[in-house]
């Protein structure tokens, strides 16, 4: 059993837990529900720029422990600080040691989109990623039957939030809706033995039809990975574990800013 199935058998457990306490009108009736979401897709499509979304992690299954003396709040001051084009929060309790109450207390103070990083397998973790501030949620592919991503994608866009959909593998691809899902992210991670290899985001990025934002994940920690993810037409990067070991995130996320940007 890899990771993946792992996590998941744990996490249909957990939101069987979910339901049982709180209810859909519940996430409905709460403060953040209704607000106008900030968008990623219009913030960043067409940008000559590779935008960054910053994670905060604090925690991984194959690392183990990545920040010691964590403070969500403060790093993420410092990512909005730094004018980062969103954040991702991990929320996933058991395996990554996060927080849903992390979501909503960064989302007192956003300043830019958030993204919900969890393990999406019921409905109701949507309407609970909205009412906690959200404004993307991440959606797996090896996760979902492409019904299932369907149905979660409309929920998500009928309750005005923007759907980050992850792949490890070009066979996931026959699941997506293009006209659907427009914002894709390529875990360069290998879920079976953990290795990364960055050529997995050019692999499927020949598939991706223009008018898609491409997200490339994991694996990325010097500038030379960067300049090989603008030449195989990256338009972001998620960079999570890099930030959380720097000795100084400010300085960090200051450099990668620079990695990031149009040299031409």
């Given at each position: 059993m890899n990771i993946l199935t792992e996590i998941l058998k744990s996490k249909k457990e957990?939101?069987?837990?979910?339901?049982?306490?709180?209810?859909?009108?519940?996430?409905i009736?709460?403060?953040f529900f209704n607000e106008i979401p900030l968008n990623f897709y219009n913030q960043i499509n067409g940008k000559s720029n590779i935008a960054i979304i910053a994670e905060i992690k604090k925690a991984s299954p194959s690392k183990g422990l990545i920040k010691e003396n964590f403070n969500h709040l403060e790093i993420a001051r410092t990512y909005f600080s730094h004018s980062v084009n969103a954040v991702s929060i991990l929320t996933d309790q058991k395996y990554f040691k996060g927080e849903i109450s992390f979501l909503y207390e960064i989302a007192e103070i956003k300043q830019v989109p958030l993204l919900r990083k969890d393990f999406i397998v019921?409905?109701?973790q949507i309407y609970e990623a909205k009412a906690n501030g959200a404004d993307l949620i991440?959606?797996?592919?090896?996760?979902?039957s492409k019904n299932q991503i369907k149905e979660f994608?409309?929920?998500?866009?009928?309750?005005?939030?923007?759907?980050?959909l992850e792949l490890h593998n070009e066979n996931q691809l026959e699941k997506i809706d293009f006209g659907l899902n427009k914002i894709i992210g390529v875990n360069n991670r290998?879920?079976?033995d953990f290795s990364v290899d960055l050529s997995t985001t050019q692999k499927i990025s020949k598939h991706l039809p223009n008018d898609v934002v491409l997200?490339?994940?994991?694996?990325?920690?010097?500038?030379?990975?960067?300049?090989?993810?603008?030449?195989v037409h990256t338009d972001a990067v998620l960079?999570?574990?890099h930030l959380m070991r720097s000795d100084s995130i400010d300085s960090s996320i200051d450099v990668l800013k620079k990695w990031c940007a149009n040299e031409s």
């Open positions: 957990e939101v069987a837990g979910l339901k049982m306490r709180m209810s859909k009108q519940s996430f009736d709460s403060k019921d409905e109701i991440l959606l797996i592919c090896e996760a979902l994608t409309n929920l998500a866009s009928d309750i005005g939030l923007e759907v980050l290998n879920l079976e997200v490339s994940e994991s694996g990325i920690s010097k500038k030379g990975d960067i300049d090989y993810l603008r030449s960079v999570g574990e």
